[in-house]
Structure formats: C-alpha cells, structure tokens
C-alpha cells in the first residue's frame, strides 16, 4: 500500500498554509500579495540596513563617563554591537509583524542612541549599564501606558487634521534625512545647510545618488512594480563597479567626494562568528546610585516622550503612505502595535542597543507594495542573517538607498490636501507641525509643536470644551519636555 502523499496532496497542504498566512495576516484583505509583501519587505530592509553600520559607531564608539566602552571594556567592541543590533533589530522586527500585523520594522532609534550616549553616558558616575537600565525602566512604563489604554487615548484625541499634518511633517523630514545621509545636502557648519560640498554637486557617490534618484522618478511615473527594489539593487550594483574600477574610498576631510558611510565593495570576509557578549549588560537601578532619583527620573521621561510620539508620528506615516485602515478610518491592531512597540524598548535595553522603535524608512516598503506584518517577518530574517553575513548590509552605500527616502518623502507631501488650510486654527498648528519636524530634525519636536499651538489657539479663544482633556495634558507634558534641559541644568544632572 503506497503511504506516500501524492503531488495534489502536497499542492493542498501549501494551498492551505498560504490560506492560513493571508488569512492571519489580511493579506488580501489590505489588497496585496505575497510577492508584495517579500518585496516590500526586501525593500525596507535595504533602505534602513544602514543601522547595523551607523548604530555602532555611535553607541559603541563612545566611552561613558568612567572610560569604558559598551560592554564594560577599554576598548570599542563594534562587532559585538553591530551582531547585538543585527539580532535585537531581527526579533523585534518579526514580532512587530507578528502581533502588530503592521509593516513597521523595528530597530534602534539613531535619535535616543545620540541623546544616550552624548547626554546621558558622560554624566558623572553613568555607565552604559546604567544607561541601558534606563532604557529597560523607560520600556516598561511605556508598556504600562499601553495596557492601561492612556497611549491609545492620547493617540485618538489628536484632531485628524493634526495626524495628518504629523505624516506630512515626516514627509519632509525624511526627504531631508535622504538627501543629507547621501551628501546631497550638507550641514556648512556657521553658514546652515548647503547643497553638496560647499555648494557644488560633484563626486562619484553623488552621482550615484542622482542616478538612483531620478531613475526612480521615470519608474514610479510609469507604474513600475518594483521601482524601489529596483533602484536600490541597480544603484549599489553601479556603486560597487565603480569602487572596483576608480578606488574612491571613504569621505574624509582630503577626499570630500568620497562615499559616506559605507565603501561599496565586495572585497571582505562574508560569514563572521557573532559576538553576542552584549546581551542582558544592563544595570536596572544603576542610575540612581549614579546620579539620584530626581536626575534619573528626569532622564527616564526625557526619553519616555519622546518614544512616545515617534512611534505616534511613524504609525501614522506609514499607514497613510499605505492606506492601511479599518472601516473607521483607524489603524487597525492599533493596541498590538503599540504593545510591541514597548517590547522593542525594553528589548533594546535588554540587549544593549538603545532605544528600539518603529522605522520610518519602513514607508519604503510601503511603496513598494507591503501592506501587511508578513513584510515584517522578511525584513526581520534579513537583519537576523547579517549577524553572521555582516558585510551584507555593509555592501550598501547610503547614496543607493537614500534616493528612496526622497520619493518616500513626496509621496506623504501629497497628503498635504486633506487639511483645510482656510480654517487657521487648525492650519496654523497643522502648519507648526510640518516645519518644525525638519527644521529641528525631531519628529517629536514637531508633534511637540504643533499640540501646544494647537491648545493655546483654542484656550485664547475661548473655545475650551473643543479641546479634547488630553490634548491639555499632552500639551502641559510637551511645555516641560522642551524646558527639561535647563531644568537638569538647575538641578545639576548635566
């Protein structure tokens, strides 16, 4: 008697488990497929794989305030939090998929890694383990104010107009971010921004970057599936012929016109052993000890805010850029996203990477196609396969992937229309929010902006009953968050 199960069996078994995954995951019923979704996931990995390079260098780089380095050497580990960052960023990914069911990719927050390691670290007495503590305590009182409902509350009293402005003000600053991390536009120093190097675009790297850039534009013009994929792998398909043939090197202060951040090259050592020695190096109540209970609370909220409304402003950039909603007009799972967004923080404290939060860059695979948390799950393998292929993500020069964040960055400007720029209550703060985002590069800035415009236009109307309650508490927390440095400074935490 033949046991064997017969190729329709087998054809039935797959049909059933890709029912399963469409079904879990709505991929049908958010109007993509599975070739969209392992796109859309490809793509948010290749636009934001930067971080295992970049996240690095500023965490690891960097001797907290008794000489040592992250992971209690004298020495930098940058391996060790390049595989941390690789393997924290991978699982967080895939459980943000997996219980969000949101094309939201997690990682470390490059913002609250600065914040740590040059405000927090250098204080007398704090240790990376200190700091990381911090980030643990931090993660589970935003987890508390998820399941308690306050974070979904806050999130549902923002007037549309306003959530619309916060995906508009992204928009802008994450075109910023793209032409900047690419050299496009460069900080002069006294003189602000400049366009190139000292005002002139030239360079090998920048052309890569046009290239990239304006090959998007004809193929997303001409519907093109793909086109962000696409551009990605044909601009570092360029970088890499052209390193291999003219040897440009890295950008220094006597080759300006190098490449930023990453050399394209395929010259290197591709399966390293991880070294994961970081994990659990966190000292939850260090703090105290270090600096005091007042200082380290002060610091605890400092960074509780602010993660806070980055992953309000990132959730509703990307669901915008990807019409993602339930019948209501709300995110869908809204909750879940949330809850493991505060897993993420308390993950990136666990596993000594900083703050982890959801990615705007994720709105690159929302452009492609991702509309699901099955994205997720790709781009999260992805990260979990550079901790022993490295120079994977390393192959990738930030002019390459950078282009993508400019058309991302269009393509939520366009959302621009639905605020009713005649009604100036809301225009002005609407307006506040926008602006402010890329002239602070903050998004929590920006949404800080715009909720205290927003509360002080209506209270000096007199209009106080059209102000949700927590809009004025929301309003007060961001008044205190933008004086909390001059009040550390009163009490001598920095």
């Given at each position: 008697?033949?046991?064997?199960?017969?190729a329709?069996?087998?054809?039935?078994?797959?049909?059933?488990?890709?029912?399963?995954l469409?079904?879990?995951?709505?991929?049908?019923?958010?109007?993509?497929?599975?070739?969209?979704?392992?796109?859309?996931?490809?793509a948010?990995?290749?636009a934001?794989?930067?971080?295992?390079?970049?996240?690095?260098?500023i965490?690891?780089?960097?001797a907290?305030?008794?000489?040592?380095?992250?992971?209690g050497?004298?020495?930098?580990?940058?391996?060790?939090?390049?595989a941390?960052t690789?393997?924290?960023s991978?699982?967080?990914t895939?459980?943000?998929?997996?219980?969000?069911?949101f094309?939201?990719a997690?990682?470390?927050s490059?913002?609250?890694?600065a914040?740590?390691?040059?405000?927090?670290?250098?204080?007398?007495?704090?240790?990376?383990?200190?700091?990381?503590g911090l980030?643990?305590?931090e993660?589970?009182l935003?987890?508390?104010l998820?399941?308690t409902?306050?974070?979904?509350a806050?999130?549902?009293a923002?007037?549309?107009?306003?959530?619309?402005?916060?995906?508009?003000g992204?928009g802008l600053f994450?075109a910023?971010?793209?032409?900047?991390?690419a050299?496009?536009?460069?900080n002069?120093?006294?003189?602000?921004l400049e366009?190139g190097?000292?005002?002139?675009?030239?360079?090998?790297p920048?052309?890569?970057?046009?290239?990239a850039?304006?090959?998007?534009?004809?193929?997303?013009?001409?519907?093109?599936?793909?086109?962000?994929?696409y551009s990605?792998v044909?601009?570092?398909?360029l970088?890499?012929t052209?390193?291999?043939?003219l040897?440009?090197?890295?950008?220094?202060?006597?080759?300006?016109?190098?490449w930023?951040?990453?050399?394209?090259?395929?010259?290197q050592?591709?399966?390293?052993?991880?070294?994961?020695?970081?994990l659990?190096?966190?000292n939850?109540?260090?703090s105290?000890?270090?600096?005091?209970?007042?200082?380290?609370t002060?610091?605890v909220?400092?960074?509780?805010?602010?993660?806070f409304f980055?992953?309000?402003?990132?959730?509703?950039?990307?669901?915008?850029?990807?019409?993602?909603?339930d019948?209501?007009?709300?995110?869908?799972?809204?909750?879940?996203?949330?809850?493991?967004?505060?897993?993420g923080t308390?993950?990136g404290?666990?596993?000594?990477?900083?703050?982890?939060?959801?990615?705007?860059?994720?709105?690159?695979?929302?452009?492609?196609?991702?509309?699901?948390?099955?994205?997720?799950?790709v781009t999260?393998?992805?990260?979990?396969?550079?901790?022993?292929?490295?120079p994977l993500a390393?192959?990738?020069?930030?002019?390459?992937a950078s282009?993508?964040?400019?058309?991302?960055?269009?393509?939520?400007?366009?959302?621009?229309v639905?605020?009713?720029?005649?009604?100036?209550?809301?225009?002005i703060?609407?307006f506040?929010?926008?602006?402010?985002?890329?002239?602070?590069?903050s998004?929590t800035n920006?949404?800080g902006?715009?909720f205290?415009?927003?509360?002080?236009?209506?209270?000096?109307?007199?209009k106080?009953r059209?102000?949700?309650?927590?809009m004025?508490?929301?309003?007060a927390?961001f008044?205190?968050?933008f004086?909390s440095?001059?009040?550390?400074d009163?009490?001598?935490v920095?």
């Amino acid at each position: 008697m033949n046991t064997q199960p017969s190729a329709s069996d087998a054809r039935s078994s797959e049909t059933k488990t890709l029912g399963v995954l469409d079904r879990y995951f709505h991929i049908s019923d958010r109007g993509s497929t599975y070739g969209r979704e392992i796109r859309g996931g490809l793509a948010t990995f290749l636009a934001m794989s930067y971080i295992i390079v970049l996240n690095p260098l500023i965490i690891g780089a960097s001797a907290d305030s008794t000489g040592n380095f992250l992971g209690g050497g004298s020495e930098p580990n940058l391996p060790a939090v390049a595989a941390a960052t690789s393997l924290i960023s991978g699982v967080l990914t895939i459980l943000m998929g997996v219980i969000g069911k949101f094309p939201m990719a997690v990682s470390s927050s490059l913002g609250l890694s600065a914040f740590i390691t040059y405000g927090i670290v250098v204080l007398p007495g704090m240790t990376w383990a200190d700091a990381m503590g911090l980030v643990v305590i931090e993660g589970v009182l935003l987890l508390i104010l998820v399941l308690t409902g306050f974070r979904s509350a806050i999130f549902n009293a923002v007037p549309s107009p306003l959530k619309t402005a916060i995906s508009v003000g992204i928009g802008l600053f994450i075109a910023l971010i793209g032409m900047m991390n690419a050299g496009f536009i460069q900080n002069s120093g006294g003189a602000g921004l400049e366009l190139g190097v000292g005002g002139f675009v030239f360079g090998w790297p920048l052309l890569i970057f046009l290239v990239a850039l304006f090959a998007l534009f004809v193929m997303w013009s001409a519907n093109v599936r793909g086109a962000i994929l696409y551009s990605i792998v044909g601009a570092t398909a360029l970088a890499i012929t052209i390193e291999s043939i003219l040897r440009v090197g890295p950008s220094s202060e006597e080759q300006p016109y190098g490449w930023d951040l990453t050399v394209p090259t395929l010259d290197q050592d591709w399966f390293t052993l991880p070294d994961l020695s970081l994990l659990g190096e966190f000292n939850l109540l260090g703090s105290w000890e270090s600096i005091g209970l007042v200082a380290a609370t002060l610091l605890v909220f400092t960074l509780l805010l602010a993660n806070f409304f980055d992953l309000l402003g990132t959730m509703v950039g990307v669901s915008n850029a990807g019409g993602i909603k339930d019948e209501q007009g709300e995110i869908p799972y809204s909750r879940r996203i949330m809850v493991a967004d505060a897993v993420g923080t308390i993950g990136g404290g666990v596993g000594s990477t900083s703050v982890n939060s959801g990615f705007i860059e994720s709105t690159v695979g929302v452009g492609d196609g991702a509309r699901t948390g099955l994205a997720n799950v790709v781009t999260g393998v992805l990260f979990l396969a550079t901790i022993v292929l490295a120079p994977l993500a390393a192959v990738i020069p930030t002019e390459a992937a950078s282009a993508t964040l400019v058309l991302v960055g269009f393509l939520m400007m366009q959302q621009i229309v639905r605020i009713d720029w005649k009604d100036v209550e809301i225009a002005i703060p609407a307006f506040m929010t926008v602006v402010i985002m890329p002239f602070s590069y903050s998004i929590t800035n920006g949404i800080g902006a715009g909720f205290i415009t927003y509360v002080l236009i209506k209270v000096l109307r007199g209009k106080f009953r059209q102000v949700h309650p927590l809009m004025y508490v929301t309003a007060a927390l961001f008044m205190l968050y933008f004086v909390s440095g001059p009040i550390q400074d009163a009490l001598g935490v920095s």
